[in-house]
């Protein structure tokens, strides 16, 4: 369920301070650490929610469920569904069972599940309230998260099943993992909380907060937050500041992710290994909320640069080529034109007649107005090229001139209504018709 509602003072677990990078390295006790819920309460708006109190099926528009086989065990759908929590509280929650079958081959025997968002979410505050199953060595196995991390055609939201006919819809872009936050990793062997930090892109490298950790009750309910902000990840938990990882070097890269609640069966030796699970053994989430706020002159654009994808690859990370479009007439990073900055840039050719286009959907930014910049290149003589911007009822459209050198195109005083903006650059061409776009912004004024 989506609203758009300024939030209580009561419902933010946030830290506002000006802290230097070295104060935030001297933090070791979160307990310690004052939280301003005002300030925080006046800059952000609750812009997705879901409380899961419909039992059943979890809702398709919203979410996928997680399916494969992995580090010992398998997720499968039919081990999530909405219903009452299994602690006696008759609370409505989606659970994720943890269970075994000893009917199935080696290695699929634990089953657990999990649900990963159809949308991409970008800066903002993330919040979810939760139970997990766990804290001793008997009941070991179960490895519980609540994190963010893009799609691919690689991972594991349903295979090849619902994710992949999205993709082919032009629902959701095909390559989209950037990075990963961990807001809470849970092992159920212990009562501790962990905290991490991923980037995949232009390879796979982690480093955690300090303190990367946190030990809680595992008999109560648990609310864990993060807020991905364009310089740091702040960690929360139950009110508390716990940790901050910066994001800068090769840690500073950005675009909207997919958000993930799952509770994955592991065979891992060092967490405990596979304990069978005790009755009603289950991860118990109560709700899931996302908070975003106004950042004046920040790209809400994932990918803006065009960096992170591979050469000649028709699917830019976190864009969506139009399943209508010659996708061979869409790449990156093509040789013989010098880039604008960074890595790559996006370009459009084909030696016959062609139609393409390519569009990012920013989701769940708050309503007001932007301005949109691109610089561009162009042979001319297309039948069509142009950049276009939509919200709600509004497209504006700025046809692109032939240019040997780079022009910057720019849309003032965009109006964002319902949260969500999209971004769509098309060409028509002739064999040999060219169209190069780098450097897209689309930022708050």
Known sequence: MKKTARLALWALTFFFAAKTHSQHDSIRSFDSMPIDHAAKARAYQLLFEDNFSKAGKISKKDWLYRSNVKMGGMSLPENVLQGKAVDGSAKDCLLIRFTYD???PEGQQYLGGGVVSTHNFGYGYY??????????????????SFWSM????????????????????GVIPKENRVLEVDGFEHNSISDKLAQNYHIYTPTHKSEAPTPESINRDLSQ???VAYEWLPD???????GKYISTKYLDGIWKVYAPQNLWLTALPVDVAGWGGLKKPLKNAAMQVDYVRFYGKVLPGVNRIGNACFDYAKAGNAYPTAWIVDPRSDSSAVGVVPEGIPLKSGKGYLFFKADKTYSASVRQSVEFIPDGSYTFG???????????????VKSGNRKQVVPLRDSASWVKVIIPKVKVSNNQAVIEISC???AGQWLIVDNVSFAND
């Open 102 to 104: 000893g009917s199935r």
């Open 127 to 144: 919040e979810a309230r939760v139970k997990l199953y766990g804290g001793n060595k008997e009941m070991a196995g179960l490895h519980q």
């Open 150 to 169: 893009g799609l691919t055609g690689t991972n594991e939201a349903e295979g090849k099943g619902v994710r992949d006919r999205l993709v082919e819809k």
């Open 221 to 223: 309910w648990i609310t």
């Open 232 to 238: 740091r990840i702040n960690f929360y938990c139950d």
């Open 374 to 388: 691109a610089w561009v290149k162009s042979s001319g003589g297309q039948k069509d090229a142009s950049i276009s």
């Open 428 to 430: 028509k061409g002739r």
